[in-house]
T-cell receptor
């Protein structure tokens, strides 16, 4: 069964510090991996997408990496701000799955708290 | 553009009551989805609609029904609510489940409590 494991479950850091969130997956075959940010009380919003051939992608202070060989991804946040407090969800997609629900596998998320 | 809208935002039901959660999108997406999010469980797919006129079961469909009323609207119905259905429900629209064009755009959620 396809699985996506995220670590840590929760993380507290001081404003201005950097942090790295991890995502390990067993989805095979693999098409792409997305990181979503979910603010409290709101729906998730896509931050970045990584395809099989990409190793690194940046979106402002967010940098995602992908190692397709080891099936690991990370999301690095630089110079954290209070507005970065949120849950970060890793979502892995298979190639066309024939319409089956297993085309998309969600991680449970990392809850990040930035303290002033 | 409003994106994805959901109504209501909050709802309290008694066990056995029924209700319909409404969802609409104005982004002309073919696919629409209903998820539930529970603490420690992450997002789980209830039902999805790959196009107008089609619906399919997701990971946790029991106790729910859906209707794809037209391209814009996708509703979720609880016929006889149970306490286990207490959750936050998210509607989303976007690309297909699989493949690179699969970004999903989520609504603000409906927080449902079943007593």
């Amino acid at each position: 069964k396809n699985q996506v494991e995220q670590s840590p479950q929760s993380l507290i850091i001081l404003e201005g510090k950097n942090c790295t969130l991890q995502c390990n997956y067993t989805v095979s075959p693999f098409s792409n991996l997305r990181w979503y940010k979910q603010d409290t009380g709101r729906g998730p919003v896509s931050l970045t997408i990584m395809t099989f051939s990409e190793n690194t992608k940046s979106n402002g202070r967010y940098t995602a990496t992908l190692d397709a060989d080891t099936k690991q991804s990370s999301l690095h946040i630089t110079a954290s701000q209070l507005s970065d407090s949120a849950s970060y969800i890793c979502v892995v997609s298979a190639p066309y799955s024939g319409g089956g629900a297993d085309g998309l596998t969600f991680g449970k998320g990392t809850h990040l708290i930035i303290q002033p | 553009n409003a994106g994805v809208t959901q109504t209501p935002k909050f709802q309290v039901l008694k066990t056995g009551q029924s209700m319909t959660l409404q969802c609409a999108q104005d982004m002309n997406h073919n696919s629409m989805y209903w998820y539930r999010q529970d603490p420690g469980m992450g997002l789980r797919l209830i039902y999805y609609s790959a196009s107008e006129g089609t619906t399919d079961k997701g990971e946790v469909p029991n106790g729910y029904n859906v209707s794809r009323l037209n391209k814009r609207e996708f509703s979720l119905r609880l016929e006889s609510a149970a306490p286990s259905q207490t959750s936050v429900y998210f509607c989303a629209s976007g690309g297909p489940l699989a493949g690179v064009d699969n970004e999903q755009f989520f609504g603000p959620g409906t927080r449902l409590t079943v007593l």
